[in-house]
C-alpha cells in the first residue's frame, strides 16, 4: 500500500484539517495520523480528549490514527517532530505531508543547510544572548545572514523540524509541503469558512452561537463537538493551574531536572506560584521576551507531568512504542503487515501488555497514560483499552 503520513492535533478538526486530509489522500491509498493526545505542542490540555478527538478523525477519514506520546507532544519543534516523524517511520509511511507558509521545500532545506555555517550559528547566538526567544533569535538571524527579508512562520518552522527529524532517523520518508491557505496558525481572524483551531476555541470561550460556529467545523464533527461544550466537557490550561501550583510548590528542589528548565528560572516559578493564585497573574509575571507563552505553557505541564529532562533525552533517541487508537478495514491490513516486523513494538490493547512492552519501555507508556488520567482529574472521561474503529456518523460506539 503507497502510505501517506501526517502529523496533527486536530483541537478541534475544522475545515482547514479537512482540506489537508484531503490533499493528503491524493497521494497514497492510505493515510496515518499520528495526532497528540491530551496534551498538545503549545504547553496546553487538548480541548477535546483523545477519544473524542480521534472518533472525528476516523469520521473524516484517516485510516490509521496513533498516538503522538505526551513525552513528544507538548514539547519543542525539534522534539515533537522527531517523535512524530519517528513513529511514521517506523510505520512503514513512504511521505508525509504538511501544511507550510512558504510551501517550499527546497527552500526549508537551504535554511537547514545555513546551520552548518560558523558566521550563521555566531549571528544567532548573540541574539540569544540579547534575550530573544529561540524562534525569533532564528527568523533575526536568517534575515541578516541572507541579507534580506525572509520570515518563517510557525508551520514553516515545524516543517524544518521534519526535514530533520526525516535526516535524524535516516528515513526514506519523501516529504512534501502543503501550501498553508486561510489564517495563521494563531489568529483568530477568518476567511470564508476557514479560521484556526485557536480561533474556534476562542468563539466557544466566548459563548458564541453554534450557528456562528458551524461553517468553520466539519459536518462529521459537529455532533461530538457540540455535544461536549454543551455539557462543559472542554478545558483550557487556567482551569489545571490549582494542580500546577500545587505541583510546583510542593516539589522545588526538583524542579531544575524538569525538561526545558533553566538556571533562574525555576525560582521564578516558585516565587510566582506562592505569591498569585489567579493564573492568568502568574502567566503575565513568569513570561519574558525569551520566555515565551508557549514554553512556559510546556515548563509548566512538564511539571505537572513530571516530563524530565532524562525522560526526553531517552526518548529523542528511541520510539519507545507505538500505540494505535484506531483504523479503517484497510488500516487494520496495513497493521496485519507490519507486525511480521520484530523491531516494531505497535500495540493496538493494553491487554498483556507486561508480555509485548519491556519494563523501560512500560515506564514510557505509564508517563503518558498516567497524564491521561491527569487530565481527567479536570475534564473527566472514559479512557479505552481498546481502538476505536471507523464508523459512520450516528452509529453506536
Not at 80 to 104: C, P, T, Y
Amino acid at each position: 500500500m503507497n502510505s501517506v503520513g501526517i502529523i496533527v492535533e486536530y483541537n478541534p478538526f475544522h475545515n482547514g484539517h479537512k482540506y489537508h486530509l484531503e490533499k493528503s489522500k491524493e497521494k497514497g491509498d492510505i493515510v496515518v495520523a499520528v495526532m497528540s493526545g491530551d496534551f498538545v505542542q503549545r504547553g496546553e490540555p487538548a480541548f477535546l480528549n483523545r477519544w473524542e478527538r480521534g472518533e472525528i478523525a476516523l469520521r473524516e477519514g484517516v485510516d490509521i490514527l496513533v498516538e503522538l506520546p505526551v513525552f513528544y507532544s507538548v514539547q519543542s519543534a525539534e522534539i515533537f517532530a522527531r517523535g512524530a516523524v519517528g513513529i511514521l517511520n517506523h510505520l512503514g509511511v513512504k511521505k508525509i505531508i504538511f501544511g507550510s507558509e512558504s510551501s517550499d521545500i527546497e527552500k526549508l532545506k537551504e535554511i537547514i543547510a545555513l546551520e552548518k555555517n560558523e558566521k550563521f550559528i555566531e549571528i544567532l547566538q548573540n541574539y540569544l544572548k540579547e534575550g530573544d526567544s529561540y524562534p525569533t533569535a532564528y527568523n533575526r538571524a536568517i534575515e541578516k545572514f541572507v541579507g534580506k527579508e525572509l520570515s518563517f512562520k510557525s508551520n514553516d518552522i515545524l516543517g524544518i523540524e521534519y526535514l530533520r527529524a526525516i535526516e535524524f532517523w535516516k528515513s526514506e520518508i519523501i516529504p512534501y509541503a502543503l501550501k498553508r491557505e486561510g489564517v495563521g496558525y494563531y489568529s483568530c481572524d477568518y476567511e470564508k469558512n476557514i479560521t484556526s483551531a485557536t480561533g474556534i476555541r476562542k468563539m466557544f470561550e466566548k459563548n458564541e452561537e453554534f450557528e456562528k460556529i458551524e461553517e468553520f467545523i466539519t459536518e462529521n464533527s459537529k455532533d461530538i463537538v457540540f455535544k461536549a461544550v454543551s455539557e462543559k466537557r472542554v478545558t483550557n490550561i487556567s482551569n489545571f493551574y490549582n494542580l500546577i501550583r500545587y505541583a510546583i510548590l510542593s516539589q522545588k528542589e526538583n524542579l531544575k531536572n524538569i525538561q526545558d528548565i533553566e538556571i533562574g528560572l525555576d525560582n521564578r516559578l516558585y516565587e510566582m506560584a506562592l505569591t498569585y493564585e489567579n493564573y492568568e497573574e502568574f502567566l503575565n509575571k513568569v513570561i519574558t521576551k525569551r520566555f515565551t507563552i508557549g514554553r512556559v505553557q510546556r515548563v509548566l505541564i512538564h511539571i505537572l507531568l513530571g516530563i524530565t529532562k532524562e525522560i526526553t533525552e531517552q526518548a529523542k533517541n528511541k520510539i519507545p512504542y507505538i500505540r494505535v487508537m484506531g483504523f479503517s478495514e484497510k488500516g487494520r491490513e496495513y497493521l496485519k503487515k507490519l507486525k511480521d516486523k520484530d523491531d516494531i513494538k505497535v500495540i493496538t490493547s493494553l491487554k498483556n501488555i507486561q508480555k509485548i512492552l519491556s519494563e523501560e519501555e512500560r515506564k514510557f507508556l505509564e508517563i503518558n497514560e498516567r497524564a491521561g488520567k491527569i487530565y481527567g482529574i479536570v475534564n473527566p472521561y472514559k479512557n479505552r483499552n481498546i481502538p476505536l474503529m471507523e464508523r459512520k456518523m450516528g452509529e453506536k460506539r
